[in-house]
T-cell receptor
């Protein structure tokens, strides 16, 4: 199946420190990968996506993600975390259907 | 643009009652998705419409669930009769095309509680 896994339920980071939210994907075909963020009582917001090309993808709000084929990972990163980055982060992969996104369970990021 | 609009934002109902959730996608978007979010199962795709036509309803849990899209600017998700296990946050999302190219824009969600 075209799935993703987020191994951490929660990540805690001090403000100003770099943050990483992990995502791995199942080895099958060429993955189209996405990161979304969900703030409390809000819908998901698109951050960035990897389709093809440069392995380092830059997105909204200073976030970036690195596609690593050998490790089948697509970790979300930010050089300096802000308290306002505290939210729920979802990694997703496009399914074989070409329209459905398979979401990970989500990782709660807490920046203090 | 106001983004994807959903109503109501919160719905509390009693078991057995009919519930109708509403969605207005972003103007010009031709793809519409209904998702359900629960703690146990995470985010699940319920149904996908393209150009107002249901393409994939394999995620609809039971016959109690039905969805319609009578025109490009309106969709409904109906549960009849509702059950406590239907309690969840229901999201509507739209995109300008296939998800591989175009990102999905999510509405704020409807938090449904069935007592």
């Amino acid at each position: 199946a075209q799935s993703v896994a987020q191994p951490e339920d929660q990540v805690n980071v001090a403000e100003g420190n770099p943050l990483t939210v992990k995502c791995t994907y199942s080895v099958s075909g060429n993955p189209y990968l996405f990161w979304y963020v969900q703030y409390p009582n809000r819908g998901l917001q698109f951050l960035l996506k990897y389709i093809t090309g440069d392995n380092l993808v830059k997105g909204s709000y200073g976030f970036e993600a690195e596609f690593n084929k050998s490790q089948t990972s697509f970790h979300l990163k930010k050089p300096s975390a802000l308290v306002s980055d505290s939210a729920l982060y979802f990694c997703a992969r496009l399914s074989n259907s070409g329209y459905a996104l398979n979401f990970g369970k989500g990782t709660s990021l807490l920046v203090t | 643009d106001a983004g994807v609009i959903q109503s109501p934002r919160h719905e509390v109902t009693e078991m057995g009652q009919e519930v109708t959730l509403r969605c207005k996608p972003i103007s010009g978007h031709n793809s519409l998705f209904w998702y359900r979010q629960t703690m146990m199962r995470g985010l699940e795709l319920l149904i996908y419409f393209n150009n107002n036509v249901p393409i994939d309803d394999s995620g609809m849990p039971e016959d109690r669930f039905s969805a319609k899209m009578p025109n490009a600017s309106f969709s409904t998700l109906k549960i009849q009769p509702s059950e406590p296990r239907d309690s969840a946050v229901y999201f509507c999302a739209s995109s300008a095309g296939l998800a591989g190219v175009w990102e999905q824009f999510f509405g704020p969600g409807t938090r449904l509680t069935v007592l």
